[in-house]
């Protein structure tokens, strides 16, 4: 078996933006294991220099280690380059060219991208959040005026992840309302829904992934059984298509996939926190 | 006024990489406003090419738009490239460094970094959302042995939020406990958490901020008084001391700060969504 190479995160900050940006382009590369250590925090040059003295310790003497770094801090990022592996900064690379572009010099600041350089907006972030922990399931309809949008599914289709990562991730205000067994047999909309028409979209799964996800949570019930399931689908369907709602099957997507799509279908402003 | 700068974040999937990556460079410029667009799903060479289309006669005249990209296909990116502006893809800058350190070519397969490559990886996402909506505010004690973490606070200091994202975002099973008057006066732990006390981690806020957060939810009440206020948060304190929990003020970080240094103080390996 050979070595897991290892990669860091290093960042002034929280380090996303360097574990989504290294994540990525990794996952390009299937036949490597990878050991993962995020660095976050660097934000003195001490910091920097123990940092690059410490994976100098610990790095496999054969494998130079694979370095993503967003550090805004010029010095900063002056120590870190001189670790020993391969050194990835976007700030390193591409400031100068939007600073050409801009014509100004950037701020050299950090957390801005995932701190709270805008307080409005972070709070409108956490109301979405709110909203959406309110809404789940259908608890209420009182604020559905208020929402961006709102999913409508059979029970276990996943409207709630997908609400709470469109509120977490794009401070969307999402509510959610399950479809029972009255609206599925009648193909109607639940009452609440009707006068919201224009927000909602609908989620459904395939089959034996229902099946599947119901039997661990009800084992052996009539809910969780291949005939409840494909009713509950095909009728939720058919009353996507009476009433023009849009909808997506979530069985082999991500929620990351299925909010992309939702909110391009739905042509909603996103914002990325 | 001067026109807003358009950015385009392209991708041929989510566009959620692009828009990390970029965000966290123009946020480092203060005096621009941005017109931001997000086109996912951009993963056929017609696509790219009516892309290159649109944004051609979309775009300010006397301003190059600035571009995001990140596509794996080779040919797409080729086309994505000859848009008019100022183009940035970090698997055209980077990947063919990572092929040469690992001497191995990538896979160019799309949708890998936030779609569903290891459907057991993104299932645990999934259980970890469920168990921190189970957990939420001290609901049950049950399952407390299976948490990662366990976040202790007074009402409204920010527990919610941050379980739920390092859930979603972590993929960490996040449990959170309220601090109830009859604790916060006898300076103790809950009795549900005494045998979890390694996994505690403590949350605080400004004395104003909770007393603005609280009057918004019942305004002129006891609960959210600056002297109820002030005991809770002073108490809190006591007891995180007393039995050696690490907290943190909440007030002026984001959620993402809040959890990187969470993650960071008790050591939690952190996967990235």
Same mark, same amino acid.
């Given at each position: 078996?050979?070595?897991?190479?290892?990669?860091?995160?290093?960042?002034?900050?929280?380090?996303? !933006?360097?574990?989504?940006?290294?994540?990525?382009?990794?996952?390009?590369? +299937? *036949?490597?294991?990878?050991?993962?250590?995020?660095?976050?925090?660097?934000?003195?040059?001490?910091?920097?220099?123990?940092?690059? &003295?410490?994976?100098?310790?610990?790095?496999?003497? !054969?494998?130079?280690?694979?370095?993503?770094?967003?550090?805004?801090?010029?010095?900063?990022?002056?120590?870190?380059?001189?670790?020993?592996?391969?050194?990835?900064?976007?700030? *390193? !690379?591409?400031?100068?060219?939007?600073?050409? &572009?801009?014509?100004?010099?950037?701020?050299?600041?950090?957390?801005?991208?995932?701190?709270?350089?805008?307080?409005?907006?972070?709070?409108?972030?956490?109301?979405?959040?709110?909203?959406?922990?309110?809404? +789940?399931?259908?608890?209420? &309809?009182?604020?559905?005026?208020?929402?961006?949008?709102?999913?409508?599914?059979?029970?276990?289709?996943?409207?709630?992840?997908?609400?709470?990562?469109?509120?977490?991730?794009?401070?969307?205000?999402?509510?959610?309302?399950?479809?029972?067994?009255? *609206?599925?047999?009648?193909?109607?909309?639940?009452?609440?829904?009707?006068?919201?028409?224009?927000?909602?979209?609908?989620?459904?799964?395939?089959? +034996?992934?229902?099946?599947?996800?119901?039997?661990?949570?009800?084992?052996?019930?009539?809910?969780?059984?291949?005939?409840?399931?494909?009713?509950?689908?095909?009728? &939720?369907?058919?009353?996507?298509?009476?009433?023009?709602?849009?909808?997506?099957?979530?069985?082999?997507?991500?929620?990351?996939?299925?909010?992309?799509?939702?909110?391009?279908?739905?042509?909603?402003?996103?914002? !990325?926190?």
């Amino acid at each position: 078996m050979s070595e897991k190479r290892q990669v860091y995160f290093l960042s002034d900050r929280t380090g996303i !933006t360097a574990e989504t940006l290294g994540n990525s382009l990794l996952s390009q590369f +299937d *036949d490597i294991e990878f050991e993962r250590t995020t660095l976050p925090f660097i934000n003195t040059l001490d910091k920097a220099r123990s940092t690059v &003295a410490w994976i100098g310790r610990v790095a496999n003497a !054969t494998q130079p280690p694979i370095i993503f770094s967003t550090t805004v801090n010029e010095e900063i990022r002056a120590v870190l380059r001189t670790v020993e592996g391969v050194f990835m900064d976007p700030f *390193d !690379t591409w400031l100068p060219n939007l600073e050409k &572009a801009f014509g100004l010099t950037s701020l050299h600041v950090e957390g801005r991208a995932h701190g709270m350089p805008d307080r409005n907006r972070y709070e409108s972030r956490i109301d979405a959040m709110n909203f959406s922990l309110m809404h +789940d399931d259908g608890q209420t &309809a009182a604020g559905l005026a208020r929402a961006d949008v709102v999913l409508v599914a059979p029970s276990r289709c996943g409207k709630t992840p997908t609400c709470l990562y469109m509120a977490l991730q794009h401070g969307l205000f999402c509510a959610n309302y399950p479809l029972i067994e009255e *609206d599925l047999e009648s193909v109607s909309l639940p009452e609440a829904l009707k006068q919201h028409r224009g927000k909602l979209y609908g989620l459904i799964c395939d089959l +034996d992934r229902l099946h599947q996800i119901r039997s661990e949570r009800r084992p052996g019930s009539r809910y969780a059984s291949i005939p409840q399931c494909r009713f509950e689908l095909a009728q &939720a369907q058919a009353l996507f298509k009476r009433h023009g709602i849009p909808y997506i099957n979530t069985s082999n997507s991500s929620i990351e996939e299925i909010a992309a799509h939702i909110m391009q279908d739905k042509n909603l402003r996103r914002y !990325t926190f």
